[in-house]
């Protein structure tokens, strides 16, 4: 199976488009970098009871709750069973007892301006994770793209081998937990991280003397450098045929890149680009560090209890790493954005881009380090009554620690692709000039490729931490899949089958403005059909009340007819997927066959378009936004799973009108910060059309 799946490249990728999209019908997780866009939050969100069978406590309902059945606490009529502990032990009812530290404790209710506690804490955490996300995801690629724009210069040519490696890790942890994945190759992610970063290092180095390697003979040496070097650096017992051929295939991908990478020719557009999302990055990191801080204040004053348990059991983490983290990142993030014209002008470029991946390396560690705590409240270390004598390092690596890394990193990448068309959009509408007109509907279509583009492999990141988490405990997949939560999945795949949707949608406008694409709108058109048809489908569900079975209230005929059934089916849910997926596929194909192959009249995009890519980008958000609550409602009453409980009275699941009101409340109010930034930052102070080259100094070029 793995030697046909590399030596057939369509069957193979249409093999990993089927698999991918399987996750996409189960869920799709909220990229989100440091906590939870949910009532409860990373930090926590109500005060907590430490789960220990303890008596039988009798259980104490909330009486002012008791009457609205849509506001039923969560976990109610279910069983929590204690798989996956030493010895026989009976059924863990522990959950239906408020007990620990929490079981004494009078919670008061806290309103600011109308919102509750969780309310509160909920718009300053997303918030917080918006920004977040925006700061962490585009440097990514903008250094990438500065070094796209940047002349060829010696110091830039020493930079690009630094950028290359950085490059190949990325691409090389996404390739590797596809290849973990669907042919389920021990250890893949590793195999792909050493193969693709060791051989773009060992080609961006060759080639760094002078053009030693083509296109074909760096794939080669990439190969066979990086697979010899792959292969001891992954700790398994026995080497399999299939980690091999993955080590080649990440190994010739890592020395292509770092081929094309190191000779392309600059281009000032890249440039520009580079530095104006950078001045936005600027201006975010500000609202990131206000919102992070109002987030915190709030946790300290309404949820005390809760910080104080989770900085005893994180002491190093929040104590040293992160603020050691936080600070270099922001020392480093302002050199960043201020240096940029004063080191061009001297022709330091090299150094400027080497601080570019200064900064991501430092920011992708601190997601990291805060996705311990993150991880850790969804699946604690069992056994639970073990969790005081082990070690704070034992309390981060969670069994979904580094799924969640995964996901967060390909998520974070895609919002920022994604809000680069926003950028891009905004810019085109505020223009008056034609140059500037056809600049801007460049950088959309620069946004776009990277959104779509980086959200193809996404779904397989998340494939593998709900994997982790149904590892764990299938009830808290269950819950998500189908109980309270299965509504609020009906909604996710509704707005992720919009968004396929517009995004072909945009594909299809702007090939009319490309010469000779006509050619392709026949399929085109028959492709928009099946979207519509496997949309449908994806997020059609079996019954339409919240619930495994009807409750009180709830009308029980709220289920498919017997002959429509099928909709509901995972095989008709997987072929939904597959097709929606392969018909964007097949024109993101077409699209770039296009662009290729006839000329791009750039600003001559019909104003559809335009609007698509900003519709895209609040889709992306709203998304966003919308999953991470989904995962951090998937506790339940537990702020800690089964460890410690949510006593205030708001440990109930929230409706999914109060969710989706409050979540788009939150998206909307990000969103128009942003367009302010936007014109801030790029708007009113007008960019340099032409790079500043210092006289004195003659470059020297790439050959």
């Known amino acids: 199976m793995p030697s046909s799946r590399h030596h057939q490249h369509k069957p193979s990728f249409y093999k990993f488009i089927f698999a991918v999209l399987f996750v996409f019908s189960l869920v799709h997780l909220a990229p989100e970098p440091f906590s939870s866009s949910s009532p409860f939050s990373l930090l926590g969100d109500s005060s907590i009871a430490y789960a220990q069978e303890e008596g039988d406590d009798e259980f104490a309902e909330d009486d002012e709750f008791a009457e609205d059945d849509e506001f039923e606490e969560e976990g109610e009529g279910e069983e929590a069973s204690a798989e996956g502990e030493e010895g026989a032990e009976e059924e863990d009812d522990s959950w239906k007892t408020d007990i620990g530290p929490a079981k004494d404790q009078v919670i008061e209710p806290f309103s600011f301006m109308g919102l509750s506690n969780r309310k509160f804490t909920w718009a300053a955490a997303q918030l917080h994770i918006l920004f977040a996300s925006f700061i962490l995801g585009c440097p990514m690629f903008v ?182 983290l936080f600070i270099l990142e922001t020392i480093v993030m302002y050199i960043y954005v201020y240096s940029w014209d004063p080191l061009n002008q001297q022709n330091k470029k090299g150094r400027h881009i080497v601080c570019g991946v200064v900064l991501n390396i430092l920011g992708l560690t601190l997601l990291c380090a805060l996705d311990g705590p993150a991880t850790f409240m969804q699946t604690p270390p069992v056994p639970l009554d073990k969790l005081g004598e082990i070690s704070e390092w034992s309390k981060i690596a969670t069994s979904t620690w580094m799924p969640l890394n995964y996901h967060r990193l390909v998520g974070n990448g895609t919002f920022g692709g994604y809000m680069v068309g926003i950028i891009g959009a905004y810019m085109y509408l505020w223009s008056t000039k034609k140059e500037e007109k056809e600049y801007y509907d460049w950088v959309g279509y620069m946004g776009n490729i990277i959104g779509v583009g980086i959200m193809i492999p996404l779904p397989a990141m998340g494939y593998i931490f709900v994997a982790e988490i149904y590892q764990y405990d299938a009830t808290i997949g269950m819950y998500i899949m189908s109980d309270r939560e299965s509504m609020f999945m009906l909604v996710q795949g509704l707005l992720v089958g919009t968004m396929f949707s517009a995004s072909n949608i945009y594909m299809w406008v702007s090939m009319k403005r490309i010469e000779n694409a006509q050619r392709f709108f026949p399929a085109m058109k028959f492709g928009f059909i099946l979207i519509v048809i496997s949309a449908t489908i994806w997020f059609t569900p079996r019954r339409f009340f919240a619930t495994m079975m009807p409750e009180p209230g709830m009308n029980p005929d709220m289920v498919l007819p017997d002959n429509l059934a099928f909709m509901a089916l995972m095989i008709s849910k997987n072929t939904a997927a597959f097709a929606l997926v392969t018909v964007t596929f097949i024109n993101y194909v077409f699209y770039t066959i296009a662009t290729k192959t006839g000329k791009v009249h750039y600003g001559k995009i019909n104003p559809l378009g335009v609007y698509v890519l900003i519709f895209l980008g609040f889709a992306d958000i709203w998304l966003m936004s919308w999953m991470g609550t989904i995962r951090e409602l998937s506790r339940m009453n537990w702020h800690v799973y089964k460890v410690f409980k949510d006593v205030t009275p708001e440990k109930f699941a929230p409706t999914l009108a109060e969710s989706g009101f409050h979540v788009t409340t939150i998206v909307w109010t990000f969103f128009i910060i942003m367009t302010a930034t936007i014109w801030l930052a790029i708007k009113y102070p007008k960019t340099s059309k032409k790079p500043a080259i210092p006289a004195s100094t003659a470059p020297q070029m790439a050959e």
């Open 143 to 324: 250094v990438i793209m500065e070094v796209m724009g940047a002349r060829r210069t010696q110091g830039v040519r020493k930079a690009i081998i630094l950028s290359n490696v950085f490059l190949g890790v990325l691409i090389g942890v996404v390739i590797g937990i596809t290849g973990e994945i669907i042919v389920g190759i021990h250890h893949g992610v590793l195999y792909g991280l050493w193969a693709c970063a060791f051989a773009a290092l060992i080609v961006s180095f060759l080639n760094y003397f002078h053009r030693l390697l083509d296109v074909k003979v760096s794939a080669a040496v990439g190969a066979v450098f990086g697979t010899l070097i792959s292969i001891p650096l992954t700790p398994v017992e026995h080497i399999e045929t299939s980690g091999i051929i993955l080590a080649i295939i990440n190994g010739a991908v890592g020395g292509v890149l770092a081929n094309m990478i190191m000779f392309a020719k600059s281009d000032f557009k890249f440039e520009r680009l580079a530095h104006e999302i950078t001045k936005v990055i600027g201006m975010c990191y500000s609202f990131t560090a206000l919102t992070g801080g109002l987030f915190l204040l709030v946790m300290i004053v309404v949820y005390n209890d809760f910080i104080s348990y989770l900085l005893g059991n994180f002491p190093v983490l929040f104590m040293v790493v992160y603020p050691t």
